[in-house]
């Protein structure tokens, strides 16, 4: 089996579409405009798993230092909200 290699401005490797579209999604919230590419074999059975499932996530060169950062945050825990809950969840003063 070869190994494969990476692009210089992949900042992400997901398993399946799904988890790419999320991480795309959260760089852009942070404003780093974000792509995905899979393989088309993989794209066109469906497949999340092994080689063909894997969906790169790249960024332009001038955004990759700082989608790196939100990358590692990501998997650090850091961009969680505190409590667990979402950012605009409110308490419904009609449940106490």
């Known amino acids: 089996m070869f190994e494969r290699k990476l692009g210089d401005n992949v900042v992400y490797v997901a398993n399946g579409m799904l988890e790419a579209e999320s991480v795309k999604i959260l760089l852009e919230s942070f404003q780093i405009p974000a792509y995905v590419n899979q393989e088309s074999a993989g794209l066109t059975y469906g497949l999340t798993v ?6 790169d996530v790249l960024v332009p060169p001038e955004y990759l230092e700082q989608a790196k950062g939100v990358i590692s945050d990501l998997k650090n825990g850091l961009l969680e909200q505190p409590g667990g809950g979402s950012a605009d969840e409110t308490e419904d003063p009609d449940e106490n």
């Open 50 to 55: 092994g080689p063909l499932g894997e969906v």
